[in-house]
């Protein structure tokens, strides 16, 4: 029952600190920036989660029930499992350019919306590691990645907007934290890999 409880607030943690730093990147884009930009950002963030969609396929819920069923199959559906992500998030990116030609944005927001949505690569992958952690029911470590990812967000924001930088750098920066998320996961992954069931390893299946 702790465990249970404990996986349960790990999830509700990182959900609340992810949608908390995102309204806080918001509100301080409001304040700094102005309405131009706070536009800017909310249209960047709104594509960029839902051109997300499309490149996470839904297959969080696949990849957590089938290793639950057979955690020594781990290593086969995360590495398959990326590469699939992987595809399918340069095929999200590359609709979100054509979707940006197509709308004929002002040159500085087009610029701004395609920054952001490089982070659909980074932010797609995670998804695969969070699936494992949660077959595994090790949601904490999905919180541990996300802490620095979240702290590294509003401080930079933070930093940026008092320092007089205007809404690209924050894109770089959030496509930066999101990067710092998949590799945190990954690393996490594999410094524990041989003490969870299922040994899983940091190699490629076999054929």
């Known amino acids: 029952m702790r465990k249970i409880f404990g996986n349960i607030v790990s999830l509700l943690t990182s959900d609340v600190m992810n949608r908390a730093t995102t309204f806080l990147i918001y509100a301080l884009v409001a304040r700094y920036l102005?309405?131009?930009?706070?536009?800017q950002i909310s249209l960047a963030l709104l594509l960029f989660y839902t051109f997300y969609v499309f490149a996470s396929l839904g297959v969080r819920v696949y990849i957590t029930r089938e290793i639950a069923r057979d955690p020594s199959l781990t290593d086969r559906y995360?590495?398959?499992?990326?590469?699939?992500?992987?595809?399918?998030?340069?095929?999200?990116?590359?609709?979100?350019?054509?979707?940006?030609?197509?709308?004929?944005?002002?040159?500085?927001?087009?610029?701004?919306?395609?920054?952001?949505?490089?982070?659909?690569?980074?932010?797609?992958?995670?998804?695969?590691c969070e699936a494992v952690f949660q077959a595994h029911e090790r949601m904490h470590f999905i919180a541990y990645?996300?802490?620095?990812?979240?702290?590294?967000?509003?401080?930079?924001?933070?930093?940026?907007?008092?320092?007089?930088?205007?809404?690209?750098?924050?894109?770089?920066?959030?496509?930066?934290?999101?990067?710092?998320?998949?590799?945190?996961?990954?690393?996490?992954?594999?410094?524990?890999?041989?003490?969870?069931?299922?040994?899983?390893?940091?190699?490629?299946?076999?054929a």
């Open 78 to 128: 995360l590495v398959n499992g990326s590469l699939l992500i992987l595809a399918a998030s340069v095929l999200s990116v590359l609709a979100l350019v054509i979707f940006v030609w197509v709308m004929s944005y002002e040159l500085s927001t087009a610029r701004l919306v395609l920054i952001v949505g490089l982070a659909i690569v980074p932010y797609a992958l995670t998804t695969v």
């Open 34 to 39: 102005g309405d131009f930009a706070f536009g």
């Open 145 to 206: 990645a996300n802490l620095p990812h979240n702290v590294l967000k509003v401080a930079a924001t933070i930093f940026l907007l008092t320092q007089g930088y205007g809404a690209e750098p924050l894109a770089v920066m959030l496509v930066v934290s999101y990067t710092l998320t998949f590799v945190l996961e990954w690393f996490l992954f594999c410094a524990t890999s041989r003490a969870l069931p299922g040994r899983w390893i940091c190699r490629l299946p076999a």
